[in-house]
């Protein structure tokens, strides 16, 4: 079986992650376009034997991309398609009807809020074989624009429990002690992500808590902005980094405040490193935490009310990512999706 995935870019993101995850473990002959030219987590992907094709696609540079597109997949002749994000869902989707290949959308987010998105989408709906959110609450989303049930399986989000190994406590390196409490968010600086209510919620608790922090992990177009306005020794904004998991483990309570997500990898890592979990609470976030593994909130004043809880659910996120969200488990139900996808 050969697998052809065709996703928007190989920047850093939860997509591009959830690829070098899983394709590095899978028994497949495959290969990756990348629209465009991103290629941090291509590179990664390279290095692991995974075959990359870029095609700088621009707003400018449009027509030659997808030409070499389709010479790609002509070349390539792949037994199905599996796409990425709105755009490559879109030009995927009608590159596999054109070349009779069928496709696999894997669905990540609710484009409701976007009506040429929502409207694009549900109007070459018809071009996917299978649909795959990785989220129980997307399944509305694709209800909204007509996806018939027998199209849709739920494939969600997975950890390699194997990244975790030889962790680094770095703590040392920003002069914070182990007595005091640290919070985290990983998110980019992106309207959807509310880090304004996440910094504006720990400033209220460090007027309490002096010997407190938090770290902000990522990139994005506000994230200058951000840096400008919040300036304090005890709010460490790191930018892009590649040791996540190094600054979870230095950590103790994870937040997460997105008005809109699919399902967050850096929860999923945060749950299975036993942290405090705290998020808002959108249907995307409370598939992952329920009242047995964290805290959800809805506005800035719970959140405020939940930052000195103590972390007593840890041992039953772990549990739940170990069970449910591992690469076996994965694998199973991406063979399921195949098959329904080539039958």
Same mark, same amino acid.
């Given at each position: 079986?050969?697998?052809?995935?065709?996703?928007?870019?190989?920047?850093?993101?939860?997509? &591009?992650?959830?690829?070098?995850?899983?394709?590095?473990?899978?028994?497949?002959?495959?290969?990756?376009?990348?629209?465009?030219?991103?290629?941090?987590?291509?590179?990664?992907?390279?290095?692991?034997?995974?075959?990359? %094709? %870029?095609?700088?696609? !621009? #707003?400018?540079?449009?027509?030659?991309?997808?030409?070499?597109?389709?010479?790609?997949?002509?070349? &390539?002749?792949?037994?199905?398609?599996?796409?990425?994000?709105?755009?490559?869902?879109?030009?995927?989707?009608?590159?596999?009807?054109?070349?009779?290949?069928?496709?696999?959308?894997?669905?990540?987010?609710? @484009?409701?809020?976007?009506?040429?998105?929502?409207?694009?989408?549900? $109007?070459?709906?018809?071009?996917?074989?299978? @649909?795959?959110?990785?989220?129980?609450?997307?399944?509305?989303?694709?209800?909204?624009?007509?996806?018939?049930?027998?199209?849709?399986?739920?494939? !969600?989000?997975?950890?390699?429990?194997?990244?975790?190994?030889?962790?680094?406590?770095?703590?040392?390196?920003?002069?914070?002690?182990?007595?005091?409490?640290?919070?985290?968010?990983?998110?980019?600086?992106? &309207?959807?992500?509310?880090?304004?209510?996440?910094?504006?919620?720990?400033?209220?608790?460090?007027?309490?808590?002096? /010997?407190? *922090?938090?770290? $902000?992990?990522?990139?994005?177009?506000?994230?200058?902005?951000?840096?400008?306005?919040?300036?304090? =020794? /005890?709010?460490?904004?790191?930018?892009?980094?590649?040791?996540?998991?190094?600054?979870? *483990?230095?950590?103790?309570?994870?937040?997460?405040?997105?008005?809109?997500?699919?399902?967050?990898?850096?929860?999923?890592?945060?749950?299975?490193?036993?942290?405090?979990?705290?998020?808002?609470?959108?249907?995307? /976030?409370?598939?992952?935490?329920?009242?047995?593994?964290? %805290?959800?909130? #809805?506005?800035?004043?719970?959140?405020?009310?939940?930052?000195? #809880?103590?972390? =007593?659910?840890?041992?039953?996120?772990?549990?739940?990512?170990? !069970?449910?969200?591992?690469?076996?488990?994965?694998? !199973?139900?991406?063979?399921?999706?195949?098959?329904?996808?080539?039958?």
């Amino acid at each position: 079986m050969k697998i052809g995935y065709i996703i928007t870019g190989l920047g850093t993101g939860g997509a &591009e992650k959830h690829l070098l995850k899983t394709l590095p473990h899978s028994k497949h002959d495959q290969f990756v376009i990348s629209l465009t030219n991103q290629k941090s987590i291509g590179k990664k992907l390279e290095k692991k034997k995974v075959k990359v %094709y %870029y095609l700088n696609l !621009s #707003k400018i540079n449009f027509i030659l991309p997808i030409v070499n597109l389709f010479i790609i997949l002509s070349k &390539e002749n792949p037994n199905l398609i599996n796409t990425y994000l709105i755009h490559a869902n879109l030009i995927g989707r009608i590159a596999g009807k054109i070349l009779r290949m069928p496709v696999i959308n894997s669905v990540r987010n609710d @484009y409701s809020y976007s009506r040429v998105y929502s409207f694009l989408d549900k $109007l070459t709906s018809d071009f996917v074989k299978v @649909y795959a959110p990785n989220s129980k609450s997307l399944i509305k989303y694709l209800k909204k624009i007509n996806v018939p049930k027998h199209k849709i399986s739920y494939l !969600s989000n997975v950890i390699d429990t194997t990244e975790f190994n030889n962790l680094k406590n770095i703590r040392s390196k920003f002069n914070i002690k182990k007595s005091s409490k640290v919070f985290i968010s990983v998110a980019r600086f992106v &309207e959807q992500k509310n880090h304004k209510i996440i910094i504006e919620s720990f400033q209220e608790y460090n007027r309490h808590e002096k /010997n407190s *922090y938090l770290f $902000l992990l990522g990139d994005g177009k506000l994230l200058n902005e951000y840096k400008k306005k919040y300036k304090s =020794k /005890n709010i460490i904004f790191t930018g892009k980094v590649d040791n996540v998991k190094d600054f979870l *483990y230095s950590s103790d309570t994870f937040i997460l405040a997105s008005s809109r997500e699919g399902m967050s990898n850096a929860l999923l890592e945060a749950m299975y490193m036993g942290l405090n979990c705290i998020v808002s609470n959108i249907s995307q /976030n409370t598939e992952l935490i329920d009242k047995n593994c964290g %805290y959800t909130f #809805k506005n800035k004043s719970e959140l405020i009310k939940l930052l000195p #809880k103590k972390n =007593k659910f840890g041992k039953n996120a772990k549990k739940k990512i170990q !069970s449910l969200y591992n690469l076996k488990e994965f694998n !199973s139900k991406y063979e399921e999706v195949i098959s329904k996808c080539v039958e």
